[in-house]
């Protein structure tokens, strides 16, 4: 059995075309046929696939047209899925290592759809002494995801960001974009209760 090293490079190394990428467990492997790009996939949805294909459109014979349909494609959908990523790679005819790095360099780009609300910890120093890594296992522990996942509902995900110049407030969380300092894992509860009512 291949590592994820092993497929991510076998991935990098080879050329999209007749290939479909999917992810399985957060890994992007390849598959030989379109149709198995999942249901929820934005290619498989008549209206999104407009906007990559005119995103693909507009942009292919301009430099940098990976970056600018990337941006394109992140601000219309809200993520640039693994099946995504392959499909731009192949109509921009680059190889899906160059795609697929440009998504993961810049955390500006996600590969999964975001949740109703967002949930941010600070990984600042100062967060961190204070107490940050005490809130993130509490917030796994109550939502049963893990940093940068979605619950199965599509309510809440949970991601970490950096210092957000709140530092005399830590530890702080970023709750839908409001800063939220001075927490604690027993206030968490408090928390999920108002951001889900
Ligand atoms: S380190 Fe968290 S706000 Fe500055």
Not at 58 to 65: F, H, L, V, W, Y
Not at 91 to 105: A, E, I, S
Not at 150 to 176: F, H, K, W
Request: net charge positive; with cysteine; aromatic share 4%.
């Amino acid at each position: 059995m291949k590592s994820s090293t092993n497929l991510v490079v076998e991935v990098q190394s080879l050329s999209l075309e007749p290939y479909a990428a999917l992810c399985v467990k957060g890994v992007l492997i390849m598959s030989r046929s379109l149709k198995e790009i999942p249901e929820n996939d934005p290619l498989n949805k008549a209206e999104q696939k407009v906007i990559i294909d005119q995103a693909i459109a507009e942009n292919k014979e301009r430099p940098g047209a990976v970056m600018l349909v990337l941006n394109e494609v992140q601000g219309k959908i809200g993520h640039v899925s693994p099946c995504m990523q392959a499909y731009i790679a192949q109509q921009l005819n680059v190889p899906l290592g160059q795609v697929h790095g440009v998504v993961t360099f810049y955390s500006f780009f996600k590969q999964q759809p975001r949740g109703k609300h967002t949930i941010k910890f600070c990984l600042g120093t100062a967060c961190y002494v204070a107490g940050v890594p005490q809130l993130i296992e509490k917030a796994k522990q109550m939502l049963n995801i893990e940093l940068g996942q979605t619950t199965p509902d599509g309510q809440i995900t949970l991601e970490e960001c950096r210092c957000v110049g709140a530092c005399s407030q830590a530890p702080v969380l970023v709750v839908n974009d409001e800063v939220q300092g001075k927490q604690r894992p027993n206030k968490f509860p408090q928390i999920l209760k108002k951001v889900q009512s």
